[in-house]
């Protein structure tokens, strides 16, 4: 190997180096709270904050994946969500949804249908949910804005037994709302989500489920 060929090799391999340290660490801690983090980190194109929280729950990953599974009862506890209905199932590692967010006034309510894939890695004991808002799926209400985005839930199950959850979405919520506005209080929606997330599991319906592709 020449000396322009090796140089291009060590200039493409920190050029790597450098992009997998921005992709990891530009998230900036925002709020600390009852045990619960939340990061955010620079606006892309649509101007509206990424978010990201964790917390640590004492219960296993078959309870928070039947928390997830229970789209109806997405309102007792998803920030803001005032109704939420199953459109599509496929065993339990695919479901796609729709639900319905509250917005502030003077702005209309949100709405999106969202898809949810469930991968499992045992050699990590870590369970990934993967969020996509579907833009090509129909829904009856034209009459609300719909949303875009994506995300993330990831339940890794630690050496002490505990449960770390992770909590991610990227969201542009159309319409009319300014990204400074959201952005000042894009801390709140995982927030409030979390803490809800660890009274609803100790619901005694979450505490019998098992699932075939865990294990």
Do not use: C
């Not at 990061?39 to 904050?49: H, I, L, M, R």
């Not at 949810?116 to 990590?124: D, E, L, R, S, Y």
């Not at 159309?174 to 803490?195: F, R």
């Amino acid at each position: 190997m020449n000396r322009t060929n090796t140089y291009i090799i060590l200039l493409l391999q920190g050029v790597f180096r450098f992009s997998m340290s921005q992709a990891t660490d530009d998230w900036e801690l925002q709020r600390e709270e009852n045990g619960i983090k939340v990061f955010t980190k620079e606006a892309g194109d649509s101007g509206f904050k990424p978010f990201k929280a964790t917390v640590i729950l004492n219960h296993s990953v078959e309870e928070f994946a039947s928390v997830l599974y229970d789209i109806e009862g997405l309102s007792d506890w998803a920030y803001e969500i005032k109704t939420s209905k199953i459109f599509e199932k496929s065993g339990d590692t695919l479901q796609i949804y729709y639900a319905e967010a509250k917005a502030p006034f003077p702005f209309k309510n949100r709405d999106g249908v969202y898809q949810n894939k469930f991968q499992w890695n045992g050699a990590a004991k870590t369970l990934l949910v993967k969020i996509d808002l579907l833009d090509n799926y129909k829904v009856e209400n034209t009459d609300l804005v719909a949303i875009t985005g994506n995300g993330f839930w990831r339940a890794t199950l630690l050496d002490s037994g505990e449960l770390e959850v992770t909590f991610m979405m990227a969201v542009d919520p159309g319409g009319e709302i300014p990204a400074w506005m959201a952005n000042m209080v894009v801390d709140d929606s995982p927030y409030v989500t979390l803490l809800n997330l660890r009274e609803i599991i100790k619901k005694p319906k979450y505490k019998v489920k098992t699932y075939s592709f865990m294990y």
